[in-house]
């Protein structure tokens, strides 16, 4: 009671303006994550409504223009790595901004449930249980976290996206813990000029401008190199030419994975097996009984494919040739198509 007596105090003081020191205002203690939550929008009262209408918090997108449909995202796409959401709910929800998604039948527009403290602590220590369905550990200080909350940085971001298929830059070979603190080498704009990834992924109202494939129709929320550098971002006009047709990574990122293996092949059809448990030359399983076969790869060369940042997806229910191999995420483009570039 004593929190939300000062909170309300805080509140007639300074209106909806508060001083970044939420330690002078945020007392305690906390018996659930819940709490701290429900702390949270005694204040930012908008946030709650803004949360639950985001694709972090839904898994799934808006309406495109890709492949003519509504709601594609994470929650009902096959993947290649694990799978499906409703294969292993509170593994998969372990990284969800939200407390308690273990099946299908989670409250969705519960704003108790949204999990301010991933993408605000800056104490560090957050982290939440592998499969306990978004909820912390237990032996987290939830007070220390909240009083610590701040603006969303690489270590919020990269708490999720860094560590993509159950470890760090096992789904994307581009992303791992390294960018935490980077070399300029490593990354030139967080590690050179010590960017934030909200300084390319702009937010607002929480909702945050990214992704790629089912996005194509979306340009306000795409990120992309010519939001700040335009489309003559070279000197040399001939370069300028090329970058019709020539995407940036394809000259600027030659190579991936190079500060951490990355996982290159997951063959879950394996699983089951009585082996022997082997690791490769970079100290990787190469099996694992419940999850199948996995090779791994360092300093890669991408390949190359014409590309018009849209997609056709496998869906729930699509009807397959058994015959032949299934394609989960097709890429679309080609060198006839005028909005497609070569990309890694």
């Not at 906390?30 to 929008?41: I, K, R, S």
């Not at 929650?75 to 969800?96: E, K, Q």
């Not at 059809?269 to 419940?290: P, Q, V």
């Amino acid at each position: 009671m004593k929190t939300i007596y000062l909170l309300i105090l805080m509140l007639i003081l300074h209106g909806n303006s508060f001083p970044q020191n939420h330690a002078e205002m945020i007392e305690g203690p906390f018996e659930t994550p819940q709490e701290v939550t429900e702390t949270c929008l005694m204040c930012h009262e908008e946030v709650g409504e803004q949360i639950i209408n985001t694709p972090h918090w839904t898994w799934l997108g808006d309406n495109r223009d890709s492949t003519n449909l509504a709601g594609i995202g994470k929650l009902n796409l096959i993947n290649n790595f694990c799978i499906a959401v409703p294969s292993n709910w509170p593994r998969c929800t372990s990284c969800h901004i939200g407390y308690g998604w273990k099946d299908e039948n989670f409250d969705f527009s519960a704003q108790e449930n949204i999990d301010c403290l991933v993408c605000h602590d800056q104490t560090g220590t957050y982290s939440k249980v592998p499969t306990g369905a978004g909820y912390p550990d237990s032996t987290i200080n939830l007070l220390m976290v909240a009083q610590s909350v701040g603006l969303s940085t690489r270590r919020n971001c990269g708490y999720c996206h860094f560590n993509g298929g159950g470890g760090n830059g096992v789904k994307h070979g581009d992303m791992d813990t390294s960018l935490y603190n980077p070399t300029e080498e490593i990354d030139f704009h967080m590690g050179g000029l010590d960017f934030q990834c909200t300084d390319c992924h702009i937010t607002t109202e929480h909702r945050i401008a990214g992704g790629s494939h089912s996005l194509k129709d979306e340009s306000a929320e795409l990120v992309s190199c010519e939001n700040c550098h335009g489309d003559d971002p070279h000197e040399k006009e001939l370069l300028n030419k090329h970058f019709n047709s020539v995407s940036c990574q394809t000259c600027h990122i030659p190579s991936y994975a190079r500060n951490a293996p990355t996982m290159v092949w997951w063959d879950w059809s394996k699983a089951g097996e009585d082996r022997e448990i082997l690791e490769d030359e970079y100290g990787k399983e190469t099996y694992n009984k419940k999850k199948g076969e996995f090779k791994w790869g360092m300093n890669l060369v991408p390949e190359y494919y014409w590309y018009n940042s849209s997609a056709d997806y496998y869906k729930y229910g699509d009807i397959i040739d058994p015959s032949q191999p299934v394609s989960l995420n097709e890429l679309n483009g080609n060198i006839r198509d005028t909005d497609a570039k070569i990309y890694p």
